[in-house]
Protein backbone atom coordinates (compact mmCIF):
# COMPACT_ATOMS: atom_id res chain seq x y z
CA UNK A 1 0.00 0.00 0.00
CA UNK A 2 3.06 2.02 0.54
CA UNK A 3 4.60 1.51 -2.69
CA UNK A 4 1.19 2.65 -4.16
CA UNK A 5 0.28 5.49 -2.22
CA UNK A 6 4.29 6.53 -3.06
CA UNK A 7 3.89 5.76 -6.90
CA UNK A 8 0.35 8.26 -6.44
CA UNK A 9 1.95 11.07 -5.09
CA UNK A 10 5.08 11.14 -7.98
CA UNK A 11 2.33 10.89 -10.80
CA UNK A 12 0.37 13.84 -9.30
CA UNK A 13 4.13 16.03 -8.53
CA UNK A 14 4.77 15.32 -12.14
CA UNK A 15 1.72 16.08 -13.88
CA UNK A 16 1.85 19.65 -11.35
CA UNK A 17 5.32 20.27 -12.51
CA UNK A 18 4.09 19.63 -16.39
CA UNK A 19 1.41 22.04 -15.97
CA UNK A 20 4.13 24.31 -14.47
CA UNK A 21 5.96 24.05 -17.49
CA UNK A 22 3.37 24.34 -19.85
CA UNK A 23 1.91 27.83 -18.25
CA UNK A 24 5.79 29.04 -18.26
CA UNK A 25 6.08 28.30 -21.97
CA UNK A 26 2.77 30.48 -22.79
CA UNK A 27 3.65 33.24 -20.36
CA UNK A 28 7.25 33.24 -22.03
CA UNK A 29 5.45 33.55 -25.82
CA UNK A 30 3.13 35.49 -25.12
CA UNK A 31 5.64 38.33 -23.68
CA UNK A 32 7.85 37.59 -26.65
CA UNK A 33 4.57 38.45 -29.04
CA UNK A 34 3.56 41.58 -26.98
CA UNK A 35 7.09 43.03 -27.12
CA UNK A 36 7.71 42.15 -30.77
CA UNK A 37 4.25 43.77 -31.33
CA UNK A 38 5.51 46.83 -29.64
CA UNK A 39 8.79 46.76 -31.78
CA UNK A 40 7.02 46.39 -35.11
CA UNK A 41 4.23 48.92 -34.59
CA UNK A 42 6.75 51.63 -34.61
CA UNK A 43 8.98 50.40 -37.11
CA UNK A 44 8.73 51.39 -41.03
CA UNK A 45 6.38 49.25 -43.16
CA UNK A 46 9.02 48.08 -45.58
CA UNK A 47 10.64 46.37 -42.43
CA UNK A 48 7.71 44.95 -41.48
CA UNK A 49 7.01 43.47 -44.35
CA UNK A 50 10.76 42.22 -44.53
CA UNK A 51 9.86 40.33 -41.38
CA UNK A 52 6.77 39.03 -42.07
CA UNK A 53 8.47 37.62 -45.80
CA UNK A 54 10.99 35.96 -43.33
CA UNK A 55 8.36 34.67 -41.36
CA UNK A 56 6.38 33.30 -44.39
CA UNK A 57 9.45 31.58 -46.12
CA UNK A 58 11.14 29.95 -42.53
CA UNK A 59 7.53 28.29 -41.42
CA UNK A 60 6.76 27.30 -45.70
CA UNK A 61 10.55 25.64 -45.60
CA UNK A 62 9.92 24.10 -42.79
CA UNK A 63 6.47 22.88 -43.90
CA UNK A 64 8.31 21.77 -46.62
CA UNK A 65 11.30 19.35 -45.01
CA UNK A 66 8.01 17.65 -43.04
CA UNK A 67 6.30 16.87 -46.29
CA UNK A 68 9.56 15.55 -47.50
CA UNK A 69 10.38 13.67 -44.42
CA UNK A 70 6.94 12.14 -43.93
CA UNK A 71 6.93 10.96 -47.37
CA UNK A 72 10.23 10.08 -48.66
CA UNK A 73 10.29 6.80 -49.66
CA UNK A 74 6.73 6.37 -49.69
CA UNK A 75 4.83 4.97 -52.64
CA UNK A 76 2.33 7.19 -54.46
CA UNK A 77 -1.13 5.41 -54.31
CA UNK A 78 -2.13 4.69 -58.00
CA UNK A 79 -5.60 6.88 -58.95
CA UNK A 80 -8.23 5.60 -59.83
CA UNK A 81 -9.14 7.63 -62.10
CA UNK A 82 -6.24 7.39 -64.54
CA UNK A 83 -6.98 6.77 -67.92
CA UNK A 84 -5.98 3.26 -69.00
CA UNK A 85 -4.24 2.91 -72.76
CA UNK A 86 -6.93 1.85 -74.85
CA UNK A 87 -5.97 -1.67 -76.36
CA UNK A 88 -5.08 -2.71 -79.79
CA UNK A 89 -5.09 -5.55 -81.85
CA UNK A 90 -1.54 -5.49 -82.47
CA UNK A 91 -0.35 -4.74 -79.00
CA UNK A 92 -2.88 -7.49 -77.70
CA UNK A 93 -1.33 -10.02 -80.21
CA UNK A 94 2.43 -9.59 -79.20
CA UNK A 95 0.90 -9.92 -75.74
CA UNK A 96 -1.15 -12.98 -76.43
CA UNK A 97 2.50 -14.54 -78.15
CA UNK A 98 4.99 -13.81 -75.16
CA UNK A 99 1.77 -14.71 -73.19
CA UNK A 100 1.65 -18.47 -75.03
CA UNK A 101 5.70 -18.56 -74.87
CA UNK A 102 5.63 -18.32 -71.26
CA UNK A 103 3.20 -21.40 -71.57
CA UNK A 104 -0.14 -20.05 -70.15
CA UNK A 105 -3.18 -20.74 -72.37
CA UNK A 106 -4.80 -18.34 -74.24
CA UNK A 107 -6.69 -20.53 -77.07
CA UNK A 108 -9.80 -18.67 -75.97
CA UNK A 109 -9.14 -15.18 -76.27
CA UNK A 110 -7.18 -15.62 -79.51
CA UNK A 111 -10.21 -17.96 -80.81
CA UNK A 112 -12.51 -14.19 -79.90
CA UNK A 113 -9.47 -12.13 -81.20
CA UNK A 114 -10.12 -13.47 -84.69
CA UNK A 115 -13.90 -13.23 -84.89
CA UNK A 116 -13.04 -9.31 -84.72
CA UNK A 117 -14.09 -7.26 -87.54
CA UNK A 118 -13.61 -3.94 -89.12
CA UNK A 119 -17.55 -3.83 -90.99
CA UNK A 120 -20.73 -2.33 -90.09
CA UNK A 121 -22.84 -4.91 -87.67
CA UNK A 122 -26.02 -6.62 -89.54
CA UNK A 123 -27.20 -7.29 -86.06
CA UNK A 124 -27.61 -4.32 -83.40
CA UNK A 125 -27.43 -5.91 -79.82
CA UNK A 126 -29.55 -3.97 -77.04
CA UNK A 127 -29.54 -4.80 -73.50
CA UNK A 128 -31.88 -4.06 -71.46
CA UNK A 129 -30.91 -2.82 -67.59
CA UNK A 130 -32.93 -2.43 -64.09
CA UNK A 131 -34.58 -3.88 -61.32
CA UNK A 132 -36.59 -6.56 -60.94
CA UNK A 133 -40.57 -5.62 -61.71
CA UNK A 134 -39.58 -2.38 -63.57
CA UNK A 135 -41.24 -4.15 -66.42
CA UNK A 136 -38.13 -4.93 -68.77
CA UNK A 137 -39.17 -7.82 -69.96
CA UNK A 138 -42.94 -6.73 -70.89
CA UNK A 139 -41.43 -3.80 -72.45
CA UNK A 140 -38.85 -5.93 -74.93
CA UNK A 141 -41.66 -8.33 -75.84
CA UNK A 142 -44.04 -5.52 -76.62
CA UNK A 143 -41.28 -3.82 -78.67
CA UNK A 144 -40.71 -7.52 -80.73
CA UNK A 145 -44.01 -9.26 -80.04
CA UNK A 146 -43.24 -12.12 -82.33
CA UNK A 147 -39.66 -12.55 -81.56
CA UNK A 148 -37.79 -15.55 -81.06
CA UNK A 149 -36.48 -16.14 -77.57
CA UNK A 150 -33.25 -17.61 -76.22
CA UNK A 151 -32.48 -18.32 -72.55
CA UNK A 152 -29.36 -18.56 -71.29
CA UNK A 153 -28.00 -19.28 -67.59
CA UNK A 154 -24.82 -17.08 -66.75
CA UNK A 155 -22.11 -19.15 -64.87
CA UNK A 156 -23.47 -21.68 -62.85
CA UNK A 157 -26.07 -19.03 -61.13
CA UNK A 158 -29.25 -18.67 -60.90
CA UNK A 159 -28.96 -15.74 -63.32
CA UNK A 160 -30.44 -16.00 -66.81
CA UNK A 161 -30.15 -13.85 -69.86
CA UNK A 162 -32.82 -13.97 -72.48
CA UNK A 163 -32.05 -13.12 -76.03
CA UNK A 164 -34.94 -11.64 -78.29
CA UNK A 165 -33.83 -12.17 -82.08
CA UNK A 166 -36.14 -10.23 -84.61
CA UNK A 167 -35.14 -9.05 -88.01
CA UNK A 168 -37.16 -5.40 -89.48
CA UNK A 169 -38.74 -5.25 -92.51
CA UNK A 170 -36.19 -3.23 -93.97
CA UNK A 171 -33.74 -6.44 -93.46
CA UNK A 172 -32.40 -4.74 -89.75
CA UNK A 173 -31.24 -7.72 -87.43
CA UNK A 174 -32.31 -6.91 -84.00
CA UNK A 175 -31.27 -8.28 -80.54
CA UNK A 176 -32.85 -7.41 -77.34
CA UNK A 177 -31.12 -8.67 -74.38
CA UNK A 178 -32.68 -9.12 -71.34
CA UNK A 179 -30.07 -8.51 -68.46
CA UNK A 180 -31.40 -10.55 -65.02
CA UNK A 181 -32.88 -7.45 -63.13
CA UNK A 182 -31.16 -6.43 -59.64
CA UNK A 183 -32.70 -6.37 -56.29
CA UNK A 184 -34.00 -3.91 -54.50
CA UNK A 185 -31.30 -2.55 -52.37
CA UNK A 186 -28.68 -3.22 -54.74
CA UNK A 187 -26.75 -2.19 -58.12
CA UNK A 188 -26.16 -4.10 -61.38
CA UNK A 189 -21.98 -3.89 -59.85
CA UNK A 190 -23.56 -7.01 -57.49
CA UNK A 191 -24.13 -9.11 -60.70
CA UNK A 192 -22.28 -11.73 -61.93
CA UNK A 193 -18.91 -10.85 -63.64
CA UNK A 194 -20.33 -12.77 -66.60
CA UNK A 195 -23.24 -10.98 -67.15
CA UNK A 196 -21.29 -7.53 -66.69
CA UNK A 197 -18.89 -8.65 -69.84
CA UNK A 198 -22.25 -9.82 -72.11
CA UNK A 199 -23.09 -6.16 -71.40
CA UNK A 200 -19.84 -4.92 -72.20
CA UNK A 201 -20.47 -6.65 -75.54
CA UNK A 202 -23.24 -5.02 -76.93
CA UNK A 203 -23.63 -1.88 -79.10
CA UNK A 204 -26.29 0.00 -76.66
CA UNK A 205 -27.43 0.03 -72.92
CA UNK A 206 -30.81 0.51 -72.23
CA UNK A 207 -31.37 1.28 -68.06
CA UNK A 208 -35.35 1.21 -67.32
CA UNK A 209 -37.44 2.96 -64.53
CA UNK A 210 -40.88 2.65 -63.44
CA UNK A 211 -40.40 5.93 -61.12
CA UNK A 212 -38.21 8.48 -59.49
CA UNK A 213 -34.88 7.67 -59.50
CA UNK A 214 -33.32 6.82 -56.74
CA UNK A 215 -29.23 6.31 -56.07
CA UNK A 216 -28.47 2.55 -56.50
CA UNK A 217 -29.91 3.90 -59.87
CA UNK A 218 -27.85 6.46 -60.59
CA UNK A 219 -24.66 4.18 -59.09
CA UNK A 220 -25.64 1.81 -61.74
CA UNK A 221 -26.17 4.11 -64.47
CA UNK A 222 -22.71 5.53 -63.90
CA UNK A 223 -21.84 2.18 -64.36
CA UNK A 224 -23.15 1.48 -67.64
CA UNK A 225 -22.01 4.95 -68.75
CA UNK A 226 -18.09 3.60 -68.05
CA UNK A 227 -18.82 0.91 -71.18
CA UNK A 228 -18.78 3.91 -73.40
CA UNK A 229 -22.00 3.20 -75.66
CA UNK A 230 -24.55 4.53 -75.99
CA UNK A 231 -26.89 4.86 -73.07
CA UNK A 232 -30.87 5.15 -73.06
CA UNK A 233 -32.89 5.64 -69.96
CA UNK A 234 -36.58 4.32 -70.02
CA UNK A 235 -39.12 5.64 -68.12
CA UNK A 236 -41.53 2.85 -68.33
CA UNK A 237 -45.34 2.89 -67.00
CA UNK A 238 -45.18 6.63 -67.70
CA UNK A 239 -48.95 5.57 -68.10
CA UNK A 240 -49.54 5.82 -64.54
CA UNK A 241 -48.83 9.62 -64.67
CA UNK A 242 -50.86 12.04 -65.37
CA UNK A 243 -48.73 15.24 -67.65
CA UNK A 244 -47.82 17.06 -64.74
CA UNK A 245 -46.00 14.51 -62.80
CA UNK A 246 -44.56 12.92 -66.31
CA UNK A 247 -42.88 16.44 -66.73
CA UNK A 248 -41.78 16.91 -63.07
CA UNK A 249 -40.32 13.26 -63.51
CA UNK A 250 -38.42 13.99 -66.64
CA UNK A 251 -37.00 16.91 -65.10
CA UNK A 252 -35.81 15.17 -61.74
CA UNK A 253 -34.35 12.35 -64.13
CA UNK A 254 -32.52 14.37 -66.54
CA UNK A 255 -30.36 16.20 -63.84
CA UNK A 256 -29.31 13.00 -62.47
CA UNK A 257 -28.13 11.00 -65.37
CA UNK A 258 -25.07 11.63 -67.73
CA UNK A 259 -25.16 14.24 -70.22
CA UNK A 260 -25.17 12.55 -73.11
CA UNK A 261 -27.81 9.89 -72.21
CA UNK A 262 -30.74 10.03 -73.78
CA UNK A 263 -34.15 9.95 -71.94
CA UNK A 264 -37.27 8.22 -73.10
CA UNK A 265 -40.89 8.15 -71.72
CA UNK A 266 -42.63 4.46 -72.39
CA UNK A 267 -45.44 2.21 -71.62
CA UNK A 268 -45.15 -1.65 -71.89
CA UNK A 269 -48.48 -3.43 -72.90
CA UNK A 270 -50.10 -5.39 -70.37
CA UNK A 271 -51.45 -9.13 -70.86
CA UNK A 272 -55.17 -9.28 -71.33
CA UNK A 273 -56.90 -12.48 -71.01
CA UNK A 274 -59.28 -12.83 -74.01
CA UNK A 275 -62.66 -15.05 -74.65
CA UNK A 276 -63.00 -17.05 -77.52
CA UNK A 277 -66.57 -19.16 -78.79
CA UNK A 278 -65.94 -21.50 -81.61
CA UNK A 279 -68.88 -21.94 -84.27
CA UNK A 280 -69.19 -25.19 -82.42
CA UNK A 281 -69.65 -23.17 -78.96
CA UNK A 282 -66.64 -24.46 -77.47
CA UNK A 283 -64.63 -21.91 -75.10
CA UNK A 284 -60.84 -20.80 -75.13
CA UNK A 285 -58.99 -18.45 -73.17
CA UNK A 286 -55.89 -16.60 -74.64
CA UNK A 287 -53.70 -14.26 -73.99
CA UNK A 288 -52.00 -11.22 -75.76
CA UNK A 289 -50.52 -7.94 -75.32
CA UNK A 290 -52.54 -4.95 -75.21
CA UNK A 291 -52.47 -0.66 -74.84
CA UNK A 292 -48.64 0.83 -74.44
CA UNK A 293 -46.74 3.44 -75.75
CA UNK A 294 -43.49 2.38 -77.03
CA UNK A 295 -42.98 5.03 -80.20
CA UNK A 296 -40.92 7.43 -78.73
CA UNK A 297 -38.20 4.18 -77.80
CA UNK A 298 -38.28 3.08 -81.43
CA UNK A 299 -37.67 6.80 -82.52
CA UNK A 300 -34.66 6.51 -80.80
CA UNK A 301 -33.70 2.82 -81.79
CA UNK A 302 -34.25 4.11 -85.44
CA UNK A 303 -32.02 7.40 -85.00
CA UNK A 304 -29.50 4.83 -83.87
CA UNK A 305 -29.65 2.39 -86.06
CA UNK A 306 -28.13 4.95 -88.47
CA UNK A 307 -25.47 5.17 -86.45
CA UNK A 308 -24.30 1.24 -87.28
CA UNK A 309 -20.57 1.87 -88.24
CA UNK A 310 -19.67 3.89 -85.19
CA UNK A 311 -21.18 1.51 -83.47
CA UNK A 312 -19.82 -1.11 -84.22
CA UNK A 313 -16.37 1.01 -84.12
CA UNK A 314 -17.17 1.34 -80.64
CA UNK A 315 -18.49 -2.60 -79.97
CA UNK A 316 -14.60 -3.51 -81.62
CA UNK A 317 -12.93 -1.45 -78.93
CA UNK A 318 -14.77 -3.03 -75.96
CA UNK A 319 -14.06 -6.49 -77.40
CA UNK A 320 -10.55 -5.79 -77.13
CA UNK A 321 -10.90 -4.19 -73.75
CA UNK A 322 -12.63 -7.56 -72.69
CA UNK A 323 -9.83 -9.65 -74.06
CA UNK A 324 -7.22 -7.56 -72.71
CA UNK A 325 -8.85 -7.86 -69.27
CA UNK A 326 -9.14 -11.50 -69.62
CA UNK A 327 -5.69 -12.08 -71.15
CA UNK A 328 -4.17 -9.89 -67.79
CA UNK A 329 -6.80 -12.46 -65.53
CA UNK A 330 -5.26 -15.42 -67.12
CA UNK A 331 -1.92 -14.45 -67.24
CA UNK A 332 -2.30 -13.82 -63.78
CA UNK A 333 -3.06 -16.92 -62.57
CA UNK A 334 -0.80 -18.59 -64.61
CA UNK A 335 1.98 -16.77 -63.35
CA UNK A 336 0.52 -17.07 -59.65
CA UNK A 337 0.71 -20.52 -59.71
CA UNK A 338 3.83 -21.11 -61.87
CA UNK A 339 5.38 -18.63 -58.95
CA UNK A 340 4.43 -20.96 -56.04
CA UNK A 341 5.33 -23.72 -57.76
CA UNK A 342 8.77 -21.87 -57.99
CA UNK A 343 9.06 -21.02 -54.92
CA UNK A 344 8.43 -24.67 -52.92
CA UNK A 345 10.72 -25.91 -55.65
CA UNK A 346 13.47 -23.29 -54.36
CA UNK A 347 12.55 -23.69 -50.64
CA UNK A 348 13.05 -27.31 -50.78
CA UNK A 349 16.07 -27.23 -52.34
CA UNK A 350 17.44 -24.68 -49.89
CA UNK A 351 16.16 -27.44 -47.08
CA UNK A 352 18.51 -30.32 -48.96
CA UNK A 353 21.22 -28.44 -49.78
CA UNK A 354 21.03 -26.37 -45.85
CA UNK A 355 22.95 -28.78 -44.20
CA UNK A 356 26.33 -27.99 -45.42
CA UNK A 357 26.10 -24.55 -44.31
CA UNK A 358 27.40 -23.28 -41.08
CA UNK A 359 24.34 -21.48 -40.27
CA UNK A 360 21.69 -19.82 -41.74
CA UNK A 361 21.02 -17.20 -43.71
CA UNK A 362 24.90 -16.23 -44.39
CA UNK A 363 26.69 -18.53 -47.22
CA UNK A 364 23.76 -19.92 -49.83
CA UNK A 365 21.57 -15.87 -49.49
CA UNK A 366 24.85 -14.41 -49.96
CA UNK A 367 26.91 -16.32 -51.99
CA UNK A 368 25.04 -19.25 -53.17
CA UNK A 369 23.74 -19.55 -56.47
CA UNK A 370 20.14 -20.32 -55.04
CA UNK A 371 19.06 -17.20 -54.26
CA UNK A 372 20.15 -15.48 -57.06
CA UNK A 373 19.13 -18.11 -59.43
CA UNK A 374 15.07 -17.68 -57.59
CA UNK A 375 14.85 -14.15 -57.85
CA UNK A 376 16.18 -14.13 -61.72
CA UNK A 377 13.75 -17.22 -62.68
CA UNK A 378 10.49 -15.11 -60.72
CA UNK A 379 11.56 -11.78 -62.59
CA UNK A 380 11.72 -13.43 -66.02
CA UNK A 381 8.04 -15.09 -65.07
CA UNK A 382 6.75 -11.44 -64.60
CA UNK A 383 9.02 -10.17 -67.84
CA UNK A 384 10.69 -7.67 -65.70
CA UNK A 385 14.85 -7.12 -66.03
CA UNK A 386 16.70 -8.18 -63.48
CA UNK A 387 18.70 -5.56 -63.90
CA UNK A 388 16.11 -3.23 -62.74
CA UNK A 389 17.22 -4.42 -58.89
CA UNK A 390 20.79 -4.93 -57.48
CA UNK A 391 19.50 -8.04 -56.79
CA UNK A 392 23.06 -9.40 -54.85
CA UNK A 393 22.77 -6.15 -53.17
CA UNK A 394 19.41 -7.28 -51.84
CA UNK A 395 20.17 -10.65 -50.90
CA UNK A 396 22.62 -9.19 -48.85
CA UNK A 397 20.90 -7.01 -47.27
CA UNK A 398 17.94 -9.83 -46.89
CA UNK A 399 21.10 -11.69 -45.21
CA UNK A 400 21.82 -8.84 -42.68
CA UNK A 401 17.58 -8.97 -41.81
CA UNK A 402 17.56 -12.81 -41.16
CA UNK A 403 20.78 -12.47 -38.65
CA UNK A 404 18.33 -10.61 -36.16
CA UNK A 405 16.13 -13.53 -36.13
CA UNK A 406 18.09 -16.63 -36.78
CA UNK A 407 18.15 -17.38 -32.64
CA UNK A 408 13.73 -16.97 -33.44
CA UNK A 409 13.95 -19.27 -36.70
CA UNK A 410 16.33 -22.05 -35.93
CA UNK A 411 14.52 -22.52 -32.21
CA UNK A 412 11.08 -23.17 -33.72
CA UNK A 413 12.36 -25.04 -36.45
CA UNK A 414 14.05 -27.76 -34.07
CA UNK A 415 10.69 -27.48 -31.99
CA UNK A 416 9.16 -28.80 -34.90
CA UNK A 417 11.91 -31.06 -36.30
CA UNK A 418 11.29 -33.05 -32.54
CA UNK A 419 7.67 -33.52 -34.34
CA UNK A 420 8.90 -35.86 -36.66
CA UNK A 421 11.27 -38.30 -35.13
CA UNK A 422 12.72 -39.46 -38.46
CA UNK A 423 14.02 -36.41 -39.79
CA UNK A 424 17.27 -36.04 -39.15
CA UNK A 425 17.84 -38.90 -41.15
CA UNK A 426 16.57 -37.51 -43.88
CA UNK A 427 17.54 -34.11 -43.45
CA UNK A 428 20.82 -34.29 -41.37
CA UNK A 429 20.94 -30.86 -40.44
CA UNK A 430 17.19 -30.64 -39.56
CA UNK A 431 16.84 -27.48 -38.06
CA UNK A 432 18.92 -25.47 -40.33
CA UNK A 433 17.51 -27.32 -42.99
CA UNK A 434 13.92 -26.11 -42.17
CA UNK A 435 15.29 -22.72 -41.60
CA UNK A 436 17.03 -22.89 -45.13
CA UNK A 437 13.59 -23.48 -46.11
CA UNK A 438 11.39 -20.51 -44.21
CA UNK A 439 14.04 -18.22 -45.47
CA UNK A 440 14.43 -19.19 -48.98
CA UNK A 441 9.48 -19.60 -49.14
CA UNK A 442 9.48 -16.14 -47.26
CA UNK A 443 12.10 -14.47 -50.13
CA UNK A 444 9.85 -15.89 -52.60
CA UNK A 445 6.50 -14.96 -51.56
CA UNK A 446 7.85 -11.27 -50.67
CA UNK A 447 8.81 -11.00 -54.43
CA UNK A 448 5.85 -12.53 -56.02
CA UNK A 449 3.74 -10.35 -53.62
CA UNK A 450 5.67 -7.15 -54.89
CA UNK A 451 5.71 -8.32 -58.42
CA UNK A 452 1.53 -8.89 -58.16
CA UNK A 453 0.52 -5.77 -56.21
CA UNK A 454 3.22 -3.57 -58.13
CA UNK A 455 2.28 -4.73 -62.26
CA UNK A 456 5.77 -6.47 -62.17
CA UNK A 457 7.71 -3.34 -60.66
CA UNK A 458 9.89 -4.02 -58.08
CA UNK A 459 11.79 -1.91 -56.15
CA UNK A 460 14.35 -3.21 -52.78
CA UNK A 461 12.83 -1.65 -50.16
CA UNK A 462 9.11 -3.01 -51.10
CA UNK A 463 10.92 -6.54 -51.38
CA UNK A 464 12.47 -5.71 -47.61
CA UNK A 465 8.87 -4.88 -46.42
CA UNK A 466 7.15 -7.89 -47.49
CA UNK A 467 10.32 -9.76 -46.21
CA UNK A 468 9.81 -8.42 -43.24
CA UNK A 469 6.20 -9.51 -42.91
CA UNK A 470 6.89 -12.97 -44.51
CA UNK A 471 9.78 -14.23 -42.36
CA UNK A 472 7.26 -13.44 -39.68
CA UNK A 473 3.87 -15.27 -41.04
CA UNK A 474 2.56 -18.65 -39.50
CA UNK A 475 6.03 -19.87 -39.09
CA UNK A 476 5.33 -23.45 -37.51
CA UNK A 477 2.64 -24.41 -39.81
CA UNK A 478 4.47 -23.65 -42.51
CA UNK A 479 7.77 -25.34 -41.09
CA UNK A 480 5.64 -28.46 -40.69
CA UNK A 481 4.90 -28.25 -44.38
CA UNK A 482 8.35 -28.14 -45.73
CA UNK A 483 9.42 -31.55 -43.68
CA UNK A 484 6.30 -32.88 -44.68
CA UNK A 485 6.72 -32.23 -48.06
CA UNK A 486 10.75 -33.03 -48.60
CA UNK A 487 10.01 -36.43 -46.55
CA UNK A 488 7.26 -37.26 -48.56
CA UNK A 489 9.96 -36.53 -52.10
CA UNK A 490 12.15 -38.26 -50.25
CA UNK A 491 9.94 -41.40 -49.79
CA UNK A 492 8.81 -41.42 -53.52
CA UNK A 493 12.46 -41.10 -54.32
CA UNK A 494 13.20 -44.20 -52.74
CA UNK A 495 10.61 -46.70 -53.88
CA UNK A 496 11.70 -45.71 -57.29
Given amino acids: MDSVKLLRQIFILLTVIVILAVFLIIFQLTDLGFRAYDRLSTASPWLIGAYLLMVAVIAGTGLFLIIKIWTIGRRKPKSSNAAKPKATAEALRTKLNKARAQGADVAAIEADLEVLSDEPPTTLEIAFFGKISTGKSSLIRTLLPNAHVETSVIGGSTAAI ?110 QEVKRIAKDGTVSFTERLTGGDIHPLLKVFAQLEGQRGELGKRQQQALLELADDSLAQTLGAFRRERGQAMVKAYSRKAMLGGVAAVGPGTDVLIQGYLGMDMLKALTKLYDVPAQEIDLQSLLETISGKIKSQVTLVLALAGNVCKAFPGVGTVLGGASHAVAYGLIFESLGQAVLTVLEQNDGKLTSQNILQQFETQINKDLESRAIGLVKTVMLSKKEDANE
Avoid at 223 to 248: C, W
Avoid at 251 to 266: G, H
Fill in 162 to 271: ERFHYTTEHGLSLTLIDMPGTHQAQTIASLDNSVMQAARRVHIVCYVLDQDITASDQESIALLHQFGKPLVVILNKSNRYDEAERALLKERIQSRIPADAQLVLAASAYP
